[in-house]
């Protein structure tokens, strides 16, 4: 009824080009936006924001950035975790060593700082593709991990080897620290994300994004038509780094407050995010956001059935949820290699067509 | 000879025999990704999940008795019994064929043809997956196992390098029944794949699928086959790790160190394995031992991993692998 393009006339090259070429798309991601800046930050509280809001906005950033290295380019990456990693180090060295400056910069900064680190692990994959290069990117997360637990001056030498996040402020309102609002965590948070989705998704439209795909679809031929492999991959390194890096300074400085680097960003990080854009969708924004609600939200309504509703153990929970996850994950790569995005994009033609299916 | 030049001599025997450790968990990921082109990261979980069983038959634990006890209020543990070592490790096997053809039928079978990083994937959700039913099965604390090894410093050894250089090595007879362990079974492997009707499709198939199918030979009969003894290999490598630090989830981890120790052999070579595993071995051991302590130690965490980013980017197949030819 609503969700056609039909008598959705364009007049100009602009409007023909949009991100959200049909109206109804156009419509519901501006409410999209409406509701998360103009609502949700006065009812918030500090439960949904620490539980749920701000894990789904940080995680959601890093998917992002994984999403353009694995989904658009090709490269698959188990580095995130060490990558988040440098994010967070980054912006506590740069917290501390500036007080006086916008937390904005220092996240921006700490996730270029980020991207810079992650092109200098991207070279091997001018070498080696495929599980090899899964593999040699496990050299980054080990590496990075290992340097920031035993290079004292990472974390200004402080007695038990954790960075912990002093109290800074944006515009005069305080952001980081154990007194900030939760409606200003989150809204800052979510300024980052709705950036990083919009140069993402203008980034994997364009050119660039192009030359991303078809560098996944085939390297060879990619170069042979004018691809340049060498900025292609680099770049793709460099755009998921800047991300990651921005996810991880976040998830330091707004959302843990307190970090231990083994224990936040180990390998296991790295997977979680994997996991967020395969049950999400490769090659997909819109899936980056899917895979990390899905998985964010999964261990909560987990715990609220087994443990407040069934009244099992939180062990007994904890393990259900590997399986659950781990069988997931098989069930998705057997019946939809391409996540929740698909369903999605499935459930949108679809509509296209109803109530007259042909 | 100078303290340190005896010293770096320990260093190397103790990762030589560390190399052959990692080399029994290698071979399991060989063994499948020559055949079916699957690249297993569930092979660490396997071995975990292999060690768990063996103790929890051996020590008459009933399975899943957590889950029972919260769901029924009962409050069953165990049977009471305690099962023979070596009828444990018996069941156990038949236990990990009975994993490898599940893993075959509900997942495998609707994956073929898709992309290898795909397959890759999957194991890794199979890893997640096989992780919870173990813990759920047995419990996640870690359990001591024993199943009669021999265990603690070689006294010969000692007795024969303090003879010799006035000093003693500590070599664990654990490590040393490893070694022995490990050359049996790649020699049995290598005459399995050589000289049985069973071994020689295996190897038909891991050279050509469609060719493999033309002359009557059974895929899914070949992969349940590979993925059994690959699930052998997991109990003897579980078997290993286990009586060595007791079993425990660290013990899957050992999959990620098995990774750098494939890149280096190349991915469908079994000699490749075992060189690759004691490169890594004695490596790791040594950088530890030379450089370690001027960068703070605990360097093993990662030294076998950029070893290999090192050596792929002038090497990408390994040393021993097929040579990578793409074509457009």
Redesign the interface.
Known sequence: MFYREAGDFKLSYEADSQTFPIRFDRYRYYAVLAVAFGIIPFVINDYWANAILLPFLIYSIAAIGLNILVGYCGQ?SLGTGGFMAVGAYACYKLMTAFPEVSMFIHVVLAGGITGLVCILFGL?SL??K???L???T??AQ??L??LF???PWFYNYSASGQINAPERDTFGILITGPNAQAWATYLFCLIFLTGCAVIARNLTRGTQGRKWMAIRD?D??AE?IGVNPLKAKLSAFGVSGFFIGVSGALFFSVYLGAVEVGEAFG?NKS?LV??MI?IGGLGSIFGSFAGAAFLVLLPVVLKVVGVDVLG??T??VA????????????TF??LE?HGLAQLWRVAKEKLRLWPFPH | MSDQLIFAMEVTLNGLMAGVLYALVALGFVLIYKASGIFNYAQGVMALFAAMTLVGIMQGQVPFAHLINAMFGTHVHHFGWNVPALFAILMTVVVMVGFAWAVQVIVMRHLVGQEPIILFMATIGLAYFLEGVADLMWGSEIKTLDVGLPQGINIWIDETTFGIFGYGFFIDNLDIVATVIAALLVAGLVLFSQYTKQGRAMRAVADDHQAALSVGISLNFIWVLVWSVAGFVALVAGIMWGTKSGVQFSLSLIALKALPVLMLGGFTSIPGAIVGGLIIGVGEKLFEFLIGPLVGGATENWFAYVLALLFLVFRPQGLFGEKIIERV
């Open positions: 698959v091997p070498r080696i495929g599980f090899y899964a593999v040699a496990l050299a080990f590496f991990v290992w637990n035993r290079v085939m060879i031929a042979i390998i997977f994997l996991f395969i099992w153990p062990d007994i393990h259900f949820q590997l399986v659950i996850v781990g069988a997931l994950i098989v790569l057997i290699p």
